[in-house]
């Protein structure tokens, strides 16, 4: 009965263990993409270098986020974002003080996903990267 216990206990395990592996394998190394607000016809770039991962369902990696005010920019920033099933998540603040998460999912043509602001007016974005 307990070795029965024992090899169903290391079946899970491995079964978990094989899943976050397949996930932090699909990790990118490098990713850049641009953000765009339809609304205003607003578009700049942003890039997460570096990525890799630093637990089952966690990653790190170097943010840069440009603004439409240059002094806001975010430059080289190191972040710690989390996996999910469907791609990537982080959440980050400008240099003008502006709290946002976002999200990346891996599509047919790279990834796509939205940044939502989590402080001052809501402002959501749209994001495409390869």
Do not use: H
Not at 101 to 114: K, Q, V
């Amino acid at each position: 009965m307990k070795l029965q216990v024992i090899i169903a206990a290391i079946s899970i395990i491995s079964v978990a263990y094989s899943s976050t592996l397949a996930q932090t394998a699909a990790l990118p190394k490098d990713l850049t993409g641009r953000w765009n607000l339809a609304s205003q016809n607003r578009t700049q770039t942003f890039s997460l270098d570096g990525i890799s991962a630093s637990g089952p369902d966690a990653f790190t990696a170097k943010l840069t986020w440009w603004t439409a005010d240059p002094s806001c920019t975010i430059r080289a920033e190191s972040i710690t974002g989390r996996i999910t099933p469907t791609g990537i998540a982080f959440d980050s603040k400008t240099k003008c003080d502006v709290s946002f998460t976002a999200e990346l999912n891996r599509a047919a043509s790279g990834w796509e996903g939205r940044a939502t602001t989590t402080s001052g007016t809501r402002v959501e974005l749209s994001l495409k990267a390869n």
